[in-house]
């Protein structure tokens, strides 16, 4: 048996409001709630455990680099251009405060999204081949 970490089994995003982000996480995002307390939600989606965390004022999962610009934590995947394309319509029709469509110099195409708490998050092009071949997607 090999002794190696597997994957990321959950994910904690810190929230202001847990009724108000998890309707966000719902209408926005098409999350499926799995449970809510006054401090906590649980969603499954992007093939992913997140808990939402009741947090003090002003926290958010973003960080700064070197250069002070704020980044974000985490990154989710589509299948390719076009769907980038469409989710990020569908993100503006939902009024999801979107990025642009950015060219960052590599593979693929990427836009940010944030959350009802300032949490940055972003979107790319390019489903990871381990993932296709695991889930049998193709082009």
Known sequence: MTKRLLRVGTIYIPVLNVDLSSEWYLEKLGAELTYKDKDKAIFNF????????KSKDN??????DTHGEERFSLTFEVNGLDALKTIHKDFIEKQVRVGD???RGHTGRNFVFYDLDGNKFDVW???????????LISE
């Not at 992007?46 to 965390?53: D, K, P, T």
């Not at 926290?59 to 700064?64: D, G, H, L, V």
């Not at 092009?125 to 889930?135: G, R």
């Open 46 to 53: 992007a093939n992913q455990s997140i808990f939402l965390v």
């Open 59 to 64: 926290q958010s999962s973003n960080f700064y």
């Open 101 to 103: 469509i950015e060219d």
């Open 125 to 135: 092009s390019e489903l990871s081949p381990q993932f296709k071949e695991q889930y």
